[in-house]
């Protein structure tokens, strides 16, 4: 949950089995209708999910169960921890930056956040020194791409 202007705004995150950031939506409610437009999101841009791992808020289960018949939907009150561990990019750029100006603001910020850090931060703990290098070295690359391809 963030706060912007007095008014709580709740973040909507996907993470795959590997812990990277699939999506991000900023939303003012947090109730079924919110739940399925996120997960309405996710399906059509990913496919059905095997598994569906949510903290125990009860707005959760029709949209899964409507979306991904088949999926299992597990809800308990510590497998929903690596969602909680990737919040943490987003508080830290609030203490550093300061809050969030708009709803908007937040939404495109988040957004582009998490796909840059993807890029930027591999997994330490998978790599050796070397392949970290080397992925490091990859990810700059990429950016240097991207960023030629915008300037022209």
Do not use: C
């Given at each position: 949950m963030i706060t912007i202007h007095g008014r709580k705004h709740w973040l909507w995150r996907a993470i795959d089995a590997d812990g990277d950031v699939l999506d991000i939506l900023v939303q003012t409610r947090r109730n079924a209708k919110a739940a399925k437009r996120f997960f309405?999101?996710?399906?059509s841009q990913f496919g059905e999910p095997r598994v569906v791992?949510?903290?125990?808020?009860?707005?959760?289960?029709?949209?899964?169960?409507?979306?991904?018949?088949?999926?299992?939907?597990?809800?308990?009150?510590?497998?929903?921890?690596?969602i909680e561990v990737s919040h943490r990019p987003t508080r830290k750029r609030e203490k550093i930056f300061g809050k969030f100006k708009s709803h908007r603001q937040a939404q495109r910020f988040l957004a582009a956040h998490d796909q840059i850090n993807l890029l930027f931060r591999p997994r330490r703990y998978q790599l050796n020194a070397t392949s970290y290098r080397h992925a490091r070295s990859d990810a700059f690359r990429l950016w240097a791409d991207y960023t030629a391809e915008m300037v022209a």
């Amino acid at each position: 949950m963030i706060t912007i202007h007095g008014r709580k705004h709740w973040l909507w995150r996907a993470i795959d089995a590997d812990g990277d950031v699939l999506d991000i939506l900023v939303q003012t409610r947090r109730n079924a209708k919110a739940a399925k437009r996120f997960f309405q999101r996710l399906v059509s841009q990913f496919g059905e999910p095997r598994v569906v791992i949510t903290d125990k808020l009860r707005s959760y289960i029709k949209p899964v169960k409507t979306l991904a018949s088949n999926a299992d939907h597990r809800a308990h009150k510590g497998l929903n921890n690596a969602i909680e561990v990737s919040h943490r990019p987003t508080r830290k750029r609030e203490k550093i930056f300061g809050k969030f100006k708009s709803h908007r603001q937040a939404q495109r910020f988040l957004a582009a956040h998490d796909q840059i850090n993807l890029l930027f931060r591999p997994r330490r703990y998978q790599l050796n020194a070397t392949s970290y290098r080397h992925a490091r070295s990859d990810a700059f690359r990429l950016w240097a791409d991207y960023t030629a391809e915008m300037v022209a």
